[in-house]
């Protein structure tokens, strides 16, 4: 910037202060490499610590006083700063889950499955499934009829697998560039299992939001991220898989009978291969949010249907530890 005198009289033309969303824009890619939570001494000037010092802090000097600038800017800046501190999913625009073109390929594919179930698949025994469902639902008492043993371990392996989506989704499987959230997906999971979190993945758009101190200790984080709930979602799972290869040949033949023939049943089984599919996907997405490096030998273990995810679930850093870890790297005096 040069300054022109043309006389000793005249004044000199005012300094114009730089834009403050490009001095924002500028401060965030001086940070785009932050961890997961924002750091405790992000202001200068040896601010105080308060509550919720896990958020995003911009630095002093960047900031115009209160009422001063435009809101529309400051919301941008915020939106801009928290996309740059939060760690992304496969690094600049294209090659995610979000990128529009693979949007439309997994909308098409989540179609192409409604289709199939609802028009395509086996519908033999409509009342015999009707009368399953009642059985497994305990609607019906004991007539003495037995259950087969594989379809009654799959049918509560299938209750588990929305709490693992839980664990995975949230919170670092939130959408912080859509107004979309992820809970009434995860709650119509219960019902429709991937069918009804398939639209969800279409609809996704990372980074995650920042993650602050005070919404870990509260429900559902705190719940779903005890080792206790992984733990106890761990040996459960084991067990119903344990129990279904024990079964005799005979019912295992038994089910393979009721899958060709059972719409209820062959649904079941796609909606526990295409979970068990997505699956390895969102543990990387929440294992390279959280930046638990040394974790990558888990990866391999995703694979396995149920008891991969759940493992993961049970040996990944709490949230709480990196808040804390976070908390101890910025105390550290900067150089």
């Known amino acids: 910037m040069a300054l022109v005198l043309t006389c000793a009289q005249a004044p000199l033309p005012t300094l114009r202060k730089p834009p403050r969303l490009l001095i924002a824009r500028i401060a965030t890619f001086t940070r785009a490499n932050a961890p997961l939570f924002g750091s405790a001494r992000g202001c200068e000037g040896g601010a105080a610590r308060r509550r919720g010092w896990a958020q995003i802090c911009r630095d002093s000097s960047l900031q115009e006083p209160p009422g001063v600038g435009p809101p529309e800017q400051e919301k941008e800046s915020k939106d801009d700063m928290a996309a740059a501190t939060v760690p992304q999913i496969g690094g600049g ?155 005799g040949g005979d019912d295992w033949r038994e089910f393979f009978q009721y899958f060709r023939e059972s719409k209820f049943i062959h649904a079941t089984c796609l909606d526990f291969c295409l979970l068990s599919t997505f699956s390895p996907f969102w543990v990387y997405n929440d294992m390279t949010a959280r930046r638990w490096k040394n974790g990558s030998w888990v990866l391999p273990l995703a694979l396995i249907p149920f008891l991969g995810p759940s493992l993961y679930l049970l040996l990944r850093p709490s949230l709480s530890s990196l808040l804390g870890a976070s908390a101890a790297s910025s105390d550290k005096p900067q150089k």
């Open 93 to 247: 625009g294209g090659g995610r889950l979000s990128d529009w073109t693979t949007s439309v390929l997994l909308f098409g594919f989540w179609a192409g499955i409604i289709y199939y179930v609802f028009q395509l698949a086996p519908n033999q025994t409509p009342y015999r499934d009707t009368y399953f469902l009642q059985k497994l639902l305990s609607l019906k008492g004991d007539d003495g009829f037995r259950m087969n043993g594989v379809l009654v371990s799959l049918w509560y392996i299938m209750g588990l697998w929305p709490l693992v989506y839980s664990m995975l989704l949230l919170p670092t499987g939130r959408s912080s560039q859509s107004k979309i959230p992820v809970w009434p997906f995860l709650v119509l999971s219960c019902f429709g299992g991937a069918y009804a979190l398939i639209p969800y993945f279409v609809l996704w758009k990372p980074p995650p939001p920042a993650i602050d101190e005070d919404e870990i200790g509260q429900w559902p984080l705190k719940f779903l991220e005890s080792k206790l709930t992984a733990g106890v979602m761990f040996a459960v799972g084991l067990g119903l898989i344990i129990y279904a290869g024990k079964a």
